[in-house]
T-cell receptor, first 113, second 111 residues
Framework: SQTIHQWPATLVQPVGSPLSLECTVE??????LYWYRQAAGRGLQLLFY??????ISSEVPQNLSASRPQDRQFILSSKKLLLSDSGFYLC????????????FGDGTRLSIL | EDQVTQSPEALRLQEGESSSLNCSYT??????LFWYRQDPGKGPEFLFTLYSAGEEKEKERLKATLTKKESFLHITAPKPEDSATYLCAVPMDTGRRALTFGSGTRLQVQP
């Protein structure tokens, strides 16, 4: 069966510090990968998605970036965090093909001080 | 632009009190609708995919239905462990492979 791992689960960072969140998927190959952010009481906002190694599409202009160095690894980064970057970050994967459901990790709660 | 609206925002039920959650959408050609359950501090858990009007899917006390404009998640005789936020989502416009999510319905089932 397929599993998705995100870490860390919780992170507290000062403003202006760098960020690296990791996500890995097991049990499948060549998945589509996604990064979402969820603000309290609101829906999920898509940040980035990837259909393959090195292929990243950005949905929202911001100071975050994403990379996919390996087939089943997705990384969310920032060089300098802002207060507005606080939130709940979720990684997801789906199979290739139209209208496939996405499967989510357990998220990273990021607090910026 | 695709939009997904869920109602009510919050719902409190007594154990055994059946009810329905609503998800209405405006998309240019529906290519599927997804229901998820999200527990506090966790990622959404996939429940159902519905592809065409009239389709129904069931899982334990949950049944999802789909019309041309909306979907319902019916909860029959709920238990406290059904308490969670329920999210619906539709695929974004062609060429964008991700989902547009509603803001969810927070369900609380009291014993």
């Amino acid at each position: 069966s397929q599993t998705i791992h995100q870490w860390p689960a919780t992170l507290v960072q000062p403003v202006g510090s760098p960020l690296s969140l990791e996500c890995t998927v097991e049990g499948t190959s060549n998945p589509n990968l996604y990064w979402y952010r969820q603000a309290a009481g609101r829906g999920l906002q898509l940040l980035f998605y990837s259909v393959g190694i090195g292929q990243i599409s950005s949905e929202v202009p911001q100071n975050l970036s994403a990379s996919r160095p390996q087939d089943r690894q997705f990384i969310l980064s920032s060089k300098k965090l802002l207060l507005s970057d606080s939130g709940f970050y979720l990684c997801a994967w789906s199979r290739k093909g139209l209208n496939q459901p996405q499967h989510f990790g357990d998220g990273t709660r990021l607090s910026i001080l | 632009e695709d939009q997904v609206t869920q109602s009510p925002e919050a719902l409190r039920l007594q154990e055994g009190e059946s009810s329905s959650l609503n998800c209405s959408y405006t998309v240019s050609g529906l290519r599927g609708l997804f229901w998820y359950r999200q527990d506090p501090g966790k990622g959404p858990e996939f429940l159902f995919t519905l592809y065409s009007a009239g389709e129904e899917k069931e899982k334990e006390r949950l049944k999802a239905t789909l019309t041309k404009k909306e979907s319902f998640l019916h909860i029959t005789a709920p238990k406290p462990e059904d308490s969670a936020t329920y999210l619906c989502a539709v695929p974004m416009d062609t060429g964008r492979r991700a989902l547009t999510f509603g803001s969810g319905t927070r369900l609380q089932v009291q014993p």
